[in-house]
């Protein structure tokens, strides 16, 4: 859609990526899963990530980091919340 924003808050739920297929979301949830490795952070439900990993997500799911924020809210991975508030048609 070419209206998506990227998300600003990204908090991503870590309970709803482990119930979704490895084929949808192996890179992210890899990446995640780095992330958590590396702050030694392993007992949450959710991780908050940097906006800059998302420019990075994007470009291995070959999206804009707009489109790839509203695929991880239909993943339920993000909140509705997460899109930014944008004009109404
Ligand atoms: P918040 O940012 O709204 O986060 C709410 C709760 O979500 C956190 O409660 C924590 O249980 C969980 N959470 C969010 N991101 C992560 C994450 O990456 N890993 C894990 N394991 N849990 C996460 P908590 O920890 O009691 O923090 C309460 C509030 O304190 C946060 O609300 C935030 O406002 C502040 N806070 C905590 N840590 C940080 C931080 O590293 N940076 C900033 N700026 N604020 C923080
Ligand atoms: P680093 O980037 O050199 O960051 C060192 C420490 O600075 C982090 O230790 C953390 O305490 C703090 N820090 C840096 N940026 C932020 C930030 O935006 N918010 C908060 N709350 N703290 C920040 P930590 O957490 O033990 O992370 C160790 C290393 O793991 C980081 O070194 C970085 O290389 C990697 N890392 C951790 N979380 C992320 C992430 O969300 N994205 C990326 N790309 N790397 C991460
Ligand atoms: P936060 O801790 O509330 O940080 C909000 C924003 O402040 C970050 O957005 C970043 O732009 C800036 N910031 C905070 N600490 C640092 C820092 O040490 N160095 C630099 N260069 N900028 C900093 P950003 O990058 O989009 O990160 C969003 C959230 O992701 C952070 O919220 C934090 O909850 C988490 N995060 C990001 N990197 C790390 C990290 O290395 N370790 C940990 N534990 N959490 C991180």
Redesign the pocket.
Known sequence: PSGSEPATKI?INLERLQQLPADKVGPLARYAAAIQSQ?G?Y???????RAEDLRSLAIIYDKTPGELTDQLIDWGVLPPEARPAHRVD
């Open positions: 908090v702050r952070d007992n949450g439900k959710v991780l908050s990530i």
